[in-house]
């Protein structure tokens, strides 16, 4: 099993608006308060070092893999098949996900609409929707800006690879 790590992520834009994510890792015992400070001192020399500009930066934790899940993709993987899935926010704005090498037999028949009473489709978007509660502590997803997800509005199928942040 692959050891988690802590990754700095900097996203750069180009003058047409396209984004590219920039991933470092470190070790899996940097203290995230510290790991802040480098990671914006690494977005200076990078800055200096590009035509593009930075327009995000942020940290991913990684985490150990849960037991159950797949130790290999299916032979009919491929990361351009997809489903984007696009949820209300609170505020009036929306959050957007796409799940690469998203199963066809997830799709309703003879349509690119995501089939929504799928269990296994059901209980993703209501973990998104409604969130978690882990010994009392509720893990709720929300938009970019922060705003509470309350509702699915659409999901289909998106091939090919987005790199639109938000």
Not at 69 to 80: G, M, R
Not at 81 to 94: K, L, P, Q, T
Not at 102 to 124: H, P, R, Y
Not at 152 to 165: I, P, Q, Y
């Amino acid at each position: 099993m692959a050891r988690p790590i802590v990754s700095m992520f900097a996203t750069i834009q180009d003058a047409p608006g396209s984004e590219s994510i920039v991933r470092i890792h470190m070790p899996n015992n940097t203290e995230i308060a510290t790991f802040k400070i480098f990671i914006q001192n690494t977005a200076v020399l990078i800055d200096a070092l590009i035509k593009g500009k930075i327009t995000n930066l942020s940290v991913g934790l990684g985490v150990d893999l849960p037991g159950g899940i797949k130790s290999a993709p299916d032979s009919s993987a491929d990361v351009e098949e997809g489903a984007r899935f696009i949820f209300n926010a609170a505020n009036g704005g929306s959050a957007r996900l796409r799940l690469p090498t998203f199963d066809e037999a997830k799709f309703v028949t003879g349509s690119d609409l995501v089939n929504l009473t799928d269990t296994d489709v059901a209980d993703f978007v209501t973990q998104i929707v409604d969130g978690q509660t882990i010994t009392l502590q509720a893990q709720h997803p929300s938009a970019a800006d922060e705003s509470d997800i309350v509702s699915l509005d659409s999901a289909r199928s998106a091939f090919g690879r987005e790199r639109k942040v938000g």
